[in-house]
């Protein structure tokens, strides 16, 4: 339906936007490497692979925004190509989201099970302590038990011998 749309799209957008935000420091380092490589007048593989990934990420939001306003497009209709330096800035951007963002999305359920795995190991810590307890309990009463029944049956031998008067 079109408010799941909406909300997924929402969702998106504002995971998208933590990402970018987390993945800003990373990205001005990264360009600031990349201009001093063109300085030097080189451009190294890694240059040539986030312009390659920065101008399929343009492709696909292109794409994306064509698909959600429901624009058809024809092979007469094409997609302008990036400056270079933009395609850099936009692949760098792209493999941080992406890298940040997805990791976020796969760390947190991992830091969670890792959590629920410590505290289930605590609880079975604790639970084998109180057992250990109620053992040591019971065996005190066990012992007590048997004291006393061994009170009985001297008390009650010594009520059965007749008493010499």
């Given amino acids: 339906t079109q408010s799941t749309w909406g909300k997924m799209l929402f969702l998106k957008k504002l995971f998208l936007l933590a990402a970018s ?5 990373f990205v001005e ?3 600031k490497a990349h201009q001093r490589s063109l300085l030097i007048g080189r451009r190294s593989r890694m240059t040539s692979f986030f312009a390659w990934l920065g101008h399929r990420r343009y492709r696909m939001e292109i794409r994306m925004d064509r698909m959600m306003n429901r624009k058809r497009y024809g092979p007469e209709e094409k997609i302008e190509s990036l400056e270079p330096n933009e395609a850099v800035a936009k692949g760098f951007e792209f493999f941080y989201e992406v890298f940040i963002g997805y990791g976020l999305l796969f760390l947190f359920p991992v830091y969670e099970l890792w959590q629920s795995h410590k505290e289930g190991k605590e609880s079975a810590a604790d639970l084998d302590n109180r ?14 038990l048997e004291l006393i029944s061994s009170d009985i049956s001297r008390l009650s031998h010594a009520l059965q011998q007749p008493t010499s008067s």
């Fill in 21 to 25: 935000f987390l993945s800003e420091p």
């Fill in 131 to 144: 057992l250990q307890s109620i053992e040591e309990r019971f065996d005190n009463i066990q012992k007590r």
């Fill in 29 to 31: 380092a990264l360009q």
